[in-house]
């Protein structure tokens, strides 16, 4: 079983910066395809961001293209999204995701979950 936490969620102002992190709780972290999803009030959950096993591939949808960027630390069993010219659209809540076979932006990838942090960003 795989424990994904997630931090670094907060109010920030429009055109500000976050950095989120996840921190996994499994021995094969360097194994694992990670990304992050969110979902906003009243609104499906959707891809933000993945990463390979190896931070050789990463892959944005076109909304955080840019801005956001993906990162990993395998020694540390992290990873981590540094979000940049956060806007009012960006608020919801982050979801760190873990997929032990393949990656990408579909949800149905991902066998293993956060528990999400919340983000704002104020106008």
């Known amino acids: 079983q795989v424990q994904l936490v997630e931090s670094g969620g907060g109010l920030v102002q429009a055109g500000g910066s976050l950095r989120l992190s996840c921190a996994a709780s499994?021995?094969?972290?360097?194994?694992?395809?990670m990304a992050w999803f969110r979902q906003a009030p009243g609104k499906e959950q959707e891809f933000v961001a993945a990463?390979?096993?190896?931070?050789?591939?990463?892959n944005y949808a076109d909304s955080v293209k840019g801005r956001f960027t993906i990162s990993r630390d395998n020694a540390a069993k992290t990873v981590s999204l540094q979000m940049g010219t956060l806007k009012p659209e960006d608020t919801a809540v982050y979801y760190c995701?873990?997929?032990?076979?393949?990656?990408?932006?579909?949800?149905?990838?991902?066998?293993?979950w956060g528990q999400g942090t919340q983000v704002t960003v104020s106008s």
């Open positions: 499994t021995p094969t972290f360097n194994l694992l395809n």
């Open positions: 995701a873990a997929a032990m076979r393949d990656w990408g932006p579909s949800k149905a990838l991902y066998n293993y």
């Open positions: 990463i390979t096993w190896s931070g050789g591939g990463t």
